[in-house]
């Protein structure tokens, strides 16, 4: 089992390692070749590559940042993250 975290992000980076969070692999951007049964995939991924990735057998979670939209577009600092209640959340998406 790999984790991956895919982000281009240095504070979304900043803010998983405040965390602890135990990541294999930092992406900008994810094959879904390399993805295998039983991975990890953390990011904010659009709805149709989560829904390939449960399909693979893998787990997503979404990193949710509730962010004003003052601040859309800009860097954004582990510190503003952690203020703005940044999280991890899991998801299961079924394509139909």
Do not use: C
């Not at 240095?10 to 294999?24: E, H, I, K």
């Not at 992406?27 to 995939?41: P, R």
């Amino acid at each position: 089992m790999t984790t991956w975290f895919v982000t281009r992000h240095s504070g979304a980076r900043d803010w998983a390692a405040r965390r602890d969070l135990s990541v294999d692999q930092v992406v900008e951007h994810l094959s879904l070749d390399d993805i295998e049964s039983g991975d990890h995939v953390i990011g904010t991924l659009p709805v149709n590559l989560v829904a390939e990735l449960n399909e693979r057998g893998a787990r997503y979670f979404h990193l949710v940042l509730p962010l004003p939209s003052g601040m859309r577009g800009q860097e954004i600092d582990a510190d503003t993250m952690e203020r703005l209640g940044a999280r991890l959340e899991e998801y299961h998406v079924d394509k139909r």
